[in-house]
């Protein structure tokens, strides 16, 4: 397994809005299609968020992750992982209850509060297609995505009887060490999948030397009790998938964290950007790993055991 890199793809999100690009999947339809394209392209995991299908606003209820979830297990075979970040507006009982419901193999975990700016994204944009928008970017001027130790023992105990693992979403050298913290108080089980973040005004950047300190930390903590990944934000996606992949860790892409395919231009959907990484894979000598591979590789409980 140490030549399979496993590709994460984050098909929607929380982040961007519907008019920064045409491509955004908003309603259950494209959600679906967008996430079959994406695994069929070689992501063997999906990270999914929903939003409403009228305004392309984050929505957390199970109800719309419901409108997806039994069709994408239907026709593919990628591990599914479900958001509990939601978005940072949202509070963390909220946030959980897709995951407590759906009991996937992976749900994403938020290891630490942050400042999570959007707002610098409005000066690219002149119109918007509803009102929320604006006022989505505009009020991160002001906004705490909160993630506090009892949020995160609200959120593991929660998923605890369901089996499953998660994605430790890490947006800085303290994120690591609040992780070490729950490996410590044996409320974690390695493998650690630690999906480390660059790039959200308010976290780490994404200089190589942030890379590397992100690598060494959790190396240092961690050893061989976890698997590393990385995601990059806007512009910057590729090139740090590239650090990771070429130090044989994994990666995640998707229009969640970036909007951009090729230098300058507007990826026309999710499995574009998961082309681009598989190139860039098989360019170092490596292979994508399939979905079983993943399973294998993070000792997931299998997509038998979800309740969707
Ligand atoms: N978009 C990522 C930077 C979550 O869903 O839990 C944050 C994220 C949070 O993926
Ligand atoms: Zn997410």
């Excluded at 989505?136 to 906004?143: C, F, I, Q, S, V």
């Excluded at 229009?255 to 950007?273: F, K, T």
């Excluded at 591979?293 to 409980?301: G, H, N, Q, S, Y």
Aim: aromatic fraction near 8%; hydrophobic fraction near 40%.
């Amino acid at each position: 397994m140490m030549n399979k890199i496993i590709i994460t793809c984050a098909i929607t999100g929380a982040i961007h809005t519907p008019s920064m690009s045409p491509h955004l999947p908003i309603t259950p339809d494209q959600i679906v299609e967008e996430a079959i394209a994406a695994s069929e392209a070689g992501a063997a995991i999906l990270h999914l968020h929903a939003r409403d299908p009228e305004t392309g606003r984050p929505d957390q209820t199970p109800e719309g992750f419901g409108k997806f979830l039994p069709r994408l297990k239907q026709r593919c075979s990628a591990v599914i992982n479900l958001t509990t970040g939601g978005s940072p507006y949202m509070k963390v009982e909220e946030r959980v209850r897709p995951a407590a419901q759906f009991k996937p193999e992976v749900a994403s975990l938020n290891m630490g509060s942050i400042n999570f700016g959007l707002y610098h994204l409005l000066g690219r944009y002149k119109e918007f297609k509803f009102d929320w928008e604006r006022q989505h970017l505009e009020a991160t001027r002001d906004l705490v995505f909160r993630n506090s130790f009892k949020d995160i023992e609200y959120i593991l105990a929660t998923c605890y009887d369901s089996d499953t693992r998660f994605e430790f979403e890490c947006y800085d050298i303290g994120h690591l060490y609040n992780l070490a913290h729950f490996l410590e108080r044996g409320l974690v089980r390695p493998p650690l999948f630690v999906q480390s973040v660059f790039g959200i005004l308010g976290g780490i950047g994404t200089h190589p030397e942030d890379v590397m300190q992100m690598k060494r930390t959790a190396d240092r903590l961690f050893g061989a009790q976890y698997r590393w990944s990385v995601l990059g934000a806007g512009s910057a996606q590729m090139r740090i998938a590239a650090m990771s992949a070429s130090m044989g860790g994994h990666i995640r892409v998707g229009l969640e964290d970036s909007l951009w395919g090729r230098r300058g231009r507007l990826a026309r959907s999710n499995a574009e950007q998961v082309k681009l990484a598989c190139d860039m894979i098989r360019g170092l000598g490596l292979e994508p790993a399939g979905a079983d591979e993943a399973r294998e590789i993070l000792l997931l409980k299998g997509a038998d055991r979800v309740a969707f």
